[in-house]
């Protein structure tokens, strides 16, 4: 036993030595370096503590929602040839920026060639003027605290787009550690009894779990889910009810001492460091996370401002205050699904489901915004509100569609609010018919490096040894919208 304990049990030194020998570990060298991963401080002062990132699953239509297009009424019926505008189909961006999983010449999702009219109206918002559709009478009020970017753009036409933008990376290439991961990677704790890294409301499929993967970063940098059912906020963190508090805690003791004593023997096993810190952490987050998921402290006019009084509005606003709340306590990133897998996919019927999906966030999100505003929270909370890519200009006419739009990479709109942004702004914007985001555009990467600049993180500077990122993962901070 003494001899674990120092590092040196028999099994301990035989591991080391083939270790040693293979080339993976070595001792401390002049001649090379040890690699060290962060030290949980940010690289230069940062703006914001903690990022709320609301996702709506389905991607949501950019022309109805946040970037009018009245030109789409105006040539509604036409083809894009048959417009006096330049036709989109023969832009040199269509190919440039877009990879089809489909070969080309059997891919139809993005090239729809009729031209679909608006199916809601719009007007300028705020006292910035900022153009957005009937839709959100709620978020209509927050226009001056928006930041708006209108001209994003992503790769993949399906709906693995959904793990492109927490990722960076398209399906047919080796996936990245998601967008949570590396800020939980890169900063310390703000509160040791809770997760650095929250997902409320998702992964929304099993097919998108790589929204909150860490992968090579190590499973203990993976988002956490927690649900909104008070009895089981922590799914199987919960103690059994025969079992008292001393006992549990004495149970855990046991099984620190022994997760350690194989971690000696076993250095190298990320998958028992991240055991080793799920147990201390499910144990404190036992006490917090009943009580930061427990809204009976709210008044009854926070809950209203949520608009967890009515049943379209309650699901939603359930997971925006629990966001607040998170956010509050020191949880650095909160990732908020507020609505199921896909339900934004509007291939047929878009009037009808955006309607109710928009009146479904609307007032929560908005809610959200008023609330951190008004408790001062939102200096040192950013706000991300996106989406996977937006729908496009021309109407879908798969399946003998007439009333919806189908997958648009291109480009589609997504805003910032709060933490070092400005506030009443838009940046870039897509084409006259909203199919191309003009200029470089953004690519889904730049919201990850807008998002670590603003936490006073270099995603750059925490690479790690063995793992080759590319150029256009890092990203470029969209310095347009910063204040």
Not at 166 to 190: F, K
Not at 231 to 255: H, M, N, T, V, W
Not at 427 to 449: I, K, S
Not at 454 to 465: A, F, H, Q, Y
Request: aromatic share 8%; hydrophobic share 35%; with cysteine.
């Amino acid at each position: 036993m003494f001899l674990s304990d120092l590092g040196l049990g028999f099994t301990g030194l035989a591991l080391g030595a083939t270790l040693f020998s293979d080339g993976v570990a070595k001792a401390a060298s002049t001649t090379q370096a040890k690699f060290s991963p962060t030290d949980g401080k940010p690289h230069f002062t940062p703006k914001a503590k903690s990022v709320i990132w609301i996702f709506l699953s389905g991607g949501y239509s950019h022309v109805e929602t946040f970037d009018p297009k009245p030109a789409l009424t105006k040539y509604a019926g036409l083809t894009f040839d048959k417009t006096p505008l330049a036709n989109p189909l023969t832009s040199d961006k269509h190919h440039k920026r877009f990879r089809s999983v489909p070969a080309q010449e059997v891919n139809v999702r993005d090239v729809y060639p009729s031209i679909y009219p608006m199916q809601v109206g719009f007007a300028p918002r705020g006292q910035c003027g900022v153009e957005m559709t009937d839709w959100w009478p709620h978020l209509a009020s927050c226009a001056d605290d928006l930041a708006f970017v209108r001209n994003m753009w992503t790769t993949d036409n399906d709906h693995f787009a959904e793990n492109q933008i927490h990722t960076g990376r398209h399906r047919l290439d080796e996936q990245q550690p998601s967008l949570g991961a590396w800020v939980h990677y890169g900063l310390g704790s703000l509160n040791e009894n809770l997760p650095k890294f929250v997902a409320l409301g998702g992964p929304t499929n099993s097919t998108t779990h790589w929204s909150v993967n860490p992968l090579y970063l190590g499973p203990e940098h993976a988002g956490v889910p927690l649900t909104l059912d008070p009895k089981s906020p922590l799914p199987f963190g919960q103690r059994d009810p025969r079992q008292s508090a001393d006992e549990q805690r004495a149970e855990y003791e046991l099984i620190g001492k022994l997760n350690r004593l194989a971690a000696v023997e076993y250095p190298q096993d990320d998958a028992l460091r991240a055991r080793i810190k799920a147990y201390e952490l499910a144990f404190r987050m036992q006490m917090a996370v009943p009580e930061v998921l427990d809204f009976a402290p709210e008044t009854e006019a926070t809950r209203k401002l949520y608009g967890l009084d009515a049943d379209a509005t309650k699901v939603a606003g359930q997971r925006m205050l629990a966001a607040r709340r998170l956010v509050e306590r020191g949880v650095r990133f909160v990732q908020v699904y507020p609505s199921g897998y896909g339900t934004w996919d509007s291939h047929a019927k878009l009037k009808d489901n955006h309607a109710r999906m928009c009146g479904g966030v609307d007032k929560p999100v908005a809610g959200l915004l008023k609330d951190l505003k008004q408790r001062g929270l939102l200096d040192e909370t950013l706000v991300v509100f996106c989406t996977e890519f937006g729908r496009t200009p021309g109407m879908e006419q798969r399946g003998g569609n007439k009333d919806g739009r189908d997958h648009h990479p291109h480009g589609f709109t997504i805003w910032f609010a709060g933490a070092g942004v400005q506030r009443g702004v838009v940046h870039g914007e897509t084409d006259e018919l909203g199919y191309h985001a003009q200029g470089e555009g953004h690519y889904v990467t730049d919201l990850h490096a807008t998002v670590g600049h603003l936490l006073g993180l270099d995603l750059r500077r925490l690479e790690v040894p063995g793992r080759k990122r590319l150029e256009i993962d890092h990203g470029h901070v969209i310095r347009e919208i910063l204040a």
